[in-house]
């Protein structure tokens, strides 16, 4: 079991940046691949971005490609998401997720509660 919660959402103008956390607990935190999700209104959830357990090996959608970063700690049982050169399309609620990597990012049923991110134009 893991249990997440996000934080570091708010409201940017467009080009600014925000970092997302997400502090994981339970057990083995550190063998789950980690990835974010967005879900903006009357969208569906879609994925982010996702890193492996060691951190080694990073996944991005292509529209946040060179804009997002993602990071682990895993001494802190947190993982990061850095957005900068935010765009108006980027405002959704951002959530994390504990899941696996079979060619693709598989999520796992853990996710977190999510957190806002507006980027005013």
């Known amino acids: 079991q893991v249990q997440l919660v996000e934080s570091g959402g708010g409201l940017v103008q467009a080009g600014g940046s925000l970092r997302l956390s997400c502090a994981a607990s339970?057990?083995?935190?550190?063998?789950?691949?980690m990835g974010w999700f967005r879900q903006a209104p009357g969208k569906e959830r879609e994925f982010v971005a996702a890193?492996?357990?060691?951190?080694?090996?990073?996944y991005y959608v292509d529209s946040v490609k060179g804009r997002f970063t993602i990071a682990r700690d895993n001494a802190k049982n947190t993982v990061y998401l850095q957005m900068n050169s935010l765009k108006h399309e980027d405002t959704a609620v951002y959530f994390c997720n504990a899941g696996g990597y079979r060619g693709t990012y598989v999520p796992y049923n853990y996710w977190g509660q999510g957190t806002q991110v507006t980027v005013s134009s």
């Open positions: 339970g057990r083995s935190f550190s063998s789950y691949v």
């Open positions: 890193i492996t357990w060691s951190g080694g090996s990073t």
